[in-house]
């Protein structure tokens, strides 16, 4: 009988403990989870989400470019990014508002710190004549103004006047001096339509 009360005196020190220590494990566990997330809340105001965007750029009250995509992420950080997941469309208009190219992207972002605007996955630029470029990647360098890759590109003239195919090309943003690595293809040429390829 002495013995069993010993026994039992020991045993609910135990228990106690062991639920003490449940306790707090669970209290941590809770913690760590509270932790997680305001970690996350941090992150998700570090981002302003837009839904179908409409931007118009202008100069002296003249529109030189449309830009519209169904979802902007404007991110508050230190890489200063502007992207959009879902995809883009920019156009571009001359002096006399008229289009003069038209971008087309399933995902585009903008690296403002380095000035270069990225277009990614279904790649396709109309020009004005009715010209067609298609790539799978597209870089366009805004102190350079031109526009480059490293991934195949195609591009097909209006009324089947020719194609030209490269592995990865340089040009400048009216693709009228493009420098292409491995090109291959044919054009049938008219008067002022001959473009100079890099010379």
């Known amino acids: 009988m002495h013995v069993s009360r010993h026994h039992t005196s020991n045993t609910i020190p135990l228990l106690f403990t062991f639920l003490i220590g449940v306790l707090l494990s669970c209290s941590c566990e809770n913690d760590l989870r509270d932790v997680s997330k305001i970690e996350n809340i941090q ?25 519209t995509g169904p979802e902007l992420r404007i991110y508050h950080d230190s890489t200063g990014n502007y992207e959009f997941q879902k995809g883009l469309q920019i156009i571009f208009f001359d002096k006399d508002g008229k289009e003069s190219q038209r971008i087309k992207s399933d995902y585009g972002v903008q690296r403002s710190l380095q000035g270069i605007t990225e277009f990614r996955k279904n790649v396709v630029i109309n020009m004005p004549d009715g010209s ?13 103004k031109e526009y480059y890759n490293s991934v195949p590109i ?36 008219t008067p002022g339509q001959v473009p100079t390829f890099g010379q």
């Open 43 to 67: 992150k998700e105001e570090a981002v302003d989400i837009s839904k179908d965007v409409k931007i118009i750029y202008s100069d002296s009250a003249v529109v030189k470019a449309q830009l």
């Open 154 to 189: 195609s591009m097909e003239f209006k009324d089947e006047r020719g194609n030209l195919q490269a592995t990865s090309f340089r040009s400048d943003v009216d693709f009228k001096n493009i420098r292409g690595e491995n090109m291959t293809g044919f054009r049938i040429m």
């Open 132 to 144: 067609i470029v298609k790539t799978e990647e597209l870089f366009y360098d805004e102190n350079k």
